[in-house]
Nanobody
Framework: QVQLVESGGGLVQPGGSLRLSCAAS????????MAWYRQAPGQQRELVAS???????NYVDSVKGRFTISRDNAKNTVYLQMNSLKPEDTAVYYC????????????????WGKGTLVTVSS
């Protein structure tokens, strides 16, 4: 019954900004690491940024200094602030999280959102 729902994607000009949100809902016991992946047409899915339950972050080199991942544990939500966007950032962005539901409690399971499209173009 756990699901991830993304929002915030859209069309933006180069140099612009977008903020993606992803909220986990359902019978949640705990949310562990959360992350954003992206996949451009014909390309492999790529880890963009991740954040642990205590706020430790990591980023792929291509977005360092431009993107910021954060989370609100009370809302079971992860965000991706994307600044100085480039055409090569165009992709479907997927939310990812390891979640222990109330049925398993101590066993975290990987969940994926359905994806939200980010298009960076003039």
């Amino acid at each position: 019954q756990v699901q991830l729902v993304e929002s915030g994607g859209g069309l933006v000009q180069p140099g612009g900004s977008l903020r993606l949100s992803c909220a986990a809902s359902g019978s949640i016991f705990s949310v562990n690491t959360m992350a954003w992946y992206r996949q451009a047409p014909g390309q492999q899915r790529e880890l963009v940024a991740s954040i642990t339950s205590v706020g430790r972050t990591n980023y792929v080199d291509s977005v360092k200094g431009r993107f910021t991942i954060s989370r609100d544990n009370a809302k079971n939500t992860v965000y991706l602030q994307m600044n100085s966007l480039k055409p090569e950032d165009t992709a479907v962005y997927y939310c990812n999280a390891y979640i222990a539901d109330k049925g398993t409690m101590y066993r975290a399971v990987e969940y994926w959102g359905k994806g939200t499209l980010v298009t960076v173009s003039s």
